[in-house]
């Protein structure tokens, strides 16, 4: 599903000093898999989000992301397979505040080949799935985090895509909300979808099935008896 080579990603500091924020990173990721991404605030997991999911080109080296290559596309070509395959969760959710639960989700059918006849019907059905069907008329104003949260799942499912990237999805939720995330997530993976999470929190790597560190610009897998140790099962 992903294959990454040699990424390299450079920024200024506000002293004009050159920071490599990623640093050789290398990353395979089969079809189906769950994986999690840790490490501090700071060490480039949003970046390297951002990268595999065509948000980002300004970086050296080569990345695959359900077989097509990224390294020099065009913004349309780029659009194109963020449509298609790719489907994005955000810490802070992302929502159009002025529409509703179910126009939220709909977003994606203005765009690409996501649009048909019966994509309202699609969007309901997804917030079924999540809980929500009943507050589909809402604005994200009369939503919970929680319940925002899960619209922007729906919405990223939308196209059904082969790929899930998630940010930071339970770092604004309290526990109990953050579980229930968690347990869905866990579901699509059953189900055959491939998520990529980055975070910090204990809660979400735990979930995962394989957890990549991210150390100085480049990911070291975490040994199962490390996580052990930590009380990560």
Excluded at 24 to 31: H, I, P, R, V, Y
Excluded at 133 to 146: I, M
Excluded at 203 to 218: D, Q, T, Y
Aim: aromatic share 4%; charged share 25%.
């Amino acid at each position: 599903m992903i294959r990454a080579r040699d990424i390299v990603k450079r920024y200024q500091d506000g002293e004009g000093t050159e920071v490599r924020v990623l640093d050789g990173l290398s990353l395979d990721m089969e079809d189906g898999e769950f994986v999690a991404v840790v490490g501090p605030s700071g060490s480039g997991k949003s970046t390297l989000l951002h990268l595999l999911g065509g948000l980002d080109v300004h970086y050296q080296g080569e990345v695959e992301v359900a077989g097509v290559k990224l390294s020099g596309l065009k913004d349309t070509a780029l659009a194109r397979f963020r449509n298609q395959h790719v489907g994005f969760v955000f810490q802070s959710f992302h929502l159009i505040p002025n529409l509703s639960a179910v126009e939220n989700v709909l977003m994606p059918s203005h765009f690409g080949t996501a649009a048909s006849p019966d994509a309202r019907k699609r969007a309901e059905a997804l917030l079924d799935r999540v809980g929500l069907l009943a507050k589909k008329d809402r604005t994200p104003v009369r939503l919970s985090g929680g319940e925002r949260q899960r619209v922007a799942i729906a919405r990223a499912l939308f196209t059904g895509p082969r790929l899930l990237l998630c940010d930071e999805p339970t770092g604004n939720l309290d526990a109990a909300t953050g579980a229930g995330v968690i347990s869905l997530f866990q579901e699509l993976h059953r189900e055959g979808l491939t998520l990529l999470a980055v975070t910090h929190e204990d809660r979400m790597s735990s979930a995962a099935r394989r957890v990549l560190r991210l150390k100085e610009g480049r990911l070291v897998e975490e040994p199962p008896v490390a996580r052990a140790a930590e009380g990560v099962s």
